[in-house]
């Protein structure tokens, strides 16, 4: 019974970093969250902590890169509750051999590509049968500036020499699929967005990040949390739109 009032959301990546503080924010916001995570232990681990804090948190498996660990989270949901409410597609990765145009190691692209933009692709898929049950579905992708095409076209950006070929590819695919899955769902209840969280401390940047983990979830908590009137197939940083 409770299960059909409280909204259901599932977070990939949600062991720790930004995804894991996306998740404790919908856990406090009242949702039920699915702590997706490929690591068991890691993923069980995060759900006790969640739970401790009162949030009612449920860990998994989903490691975006195995198709059937994809397709059984999504038989177990619709088993379980008969429906997903919101899906942030958070799992991301970078790659030591990643590196600019003349130099990233070929390798390293396509396991960036193949985590960041085929993953959500995967996960999207499998999850949209169970979004379309839902009376409000959110669909957030956890994208980057990197991933802007007109910032990387800009010298004089913040950022300007971060050319890292595939990550910044992976997020630009990240922010195609917004823009066309957004499309194709206009005219139904389901919003599909991109956040951009900002350079944040995580793992990910060897804690480089001048953002705490709590402001890096902040845009993606929002788009996930939109009312009905809210935009769809946008790209957004907690500031404002963000440029495609
Ligand atoms: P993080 O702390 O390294 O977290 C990444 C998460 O993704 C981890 O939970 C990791 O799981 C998970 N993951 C990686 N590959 C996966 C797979 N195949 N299947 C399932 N989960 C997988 O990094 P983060 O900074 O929080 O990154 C979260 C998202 O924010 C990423 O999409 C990233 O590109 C994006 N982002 C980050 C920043 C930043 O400054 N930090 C800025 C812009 C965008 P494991 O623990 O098992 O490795």
Known sequence: MVEELKRIALVTGAN???????????????????????????GEAATATLTAEGIDARYVEVDVVRQATIEAAASLIIAE????????????????GD????????????????TNFLGAVAVTQAMLPLLRKSAAGRVVNVS????????????????AAVKLLGYCSSKAALNMLTIQL???????????????????ATDLNGRQGYQTVAQGAAETVRLALLPDD???GGFFETSGPDPW
């Open 230 to 232: 809210g935009p769809t």
């Open 144 to 159: 980057s500036g990197l991933g802007s095409l007109k910032w990387n076209a800009d010298p004089n950006w913040e950022f």
């Open 182 to 200: 957004a499309y194709e769902l206009r005219g139904t209840t389901i919003k599909v967005n991109a956040s951009n969280p900002g350079y944040t």
């Open 16 to 42: 720790k970093g930004i995804g894991f503080e996306v998740t404790r924010s919908l856990g406090k916001a009242g949702l039920i969250v699915l702590v997706g995570a490929r690591n068991r232990e890691l």
């Open 99 to 114: 590196g600019p145009p003349s130099a990233a190691d070929l390798g390293a692209v396509r396991r960036v590509i193949e």
């Open 81 to 96: 509750f008969g429906r997903l409410d919101i899906l942030i597609n958070n799992a991301g990765i970078n790659d030591t």
